[in-house]
């Protein structure tokens, strides 16, 4: 069985950062960010490999979000830099248990509760 435990959501202002954690417990092969804004569907923010460290992002978050891993400890963060208010949403952490990245929902098996990041303008 595989548990997804977010934390380090918040608010900040435009232009701020931002760090979420994911602690997992299981086996898995993938971990993957998600988000849901009011209104709209949940879409992919990035992915990562357990092994190598091999990472997947959204067009709308490269160059200002950084997904990354700690095997030691079985968590992944994602550093959100130069936010936005558009960034506003409840952050998911996903896991998948088969290899190979993914970005769409329906390729993760697990999903976390997920925690909230707003940005002000």
């Known amino acids: 069985q595989v548990q997804l435990v977010e934390s380090g959501g918040g608010l900040v202002q435009a232009g701020g950062s931002l760090r979420v954690s994911c602690a997992a417990s299981g086996r898995t092969y993938i971990m993957g960010w998600f988000r849901q804004a009011p209104g709209k569907e949940r879409e992919f923010v990035a992915a990562?490999?357990?092994?190598?460290?091999?990472?997947l992002y959204a067009d709308s978050v490269k160059g200002r979000f950084t997904i990354s891993r700690d095997n030691a400890k079985t968590t992944v963060y994602l550093q959100m830099n130069s936010l936005k208010p558009e960034d506003t949403a409840v952050y998911y952490c996903?896991?998948?248990?088969?290899?190979?990245?993914?970005?769409?929902?329906?390729?993760?098996?697990?999903w976390g509760r997920g925690t909230q990041v707003t940005v002000s303008s």
């Open positions: 990562i490999t357990w092994i190598g460290g091999n990472t």
């Open positions: 996903a896991a998948r248990t088969r290899l190979g990245l993914g970005s769409r929902q329906y390729e993760y098996d697990y």
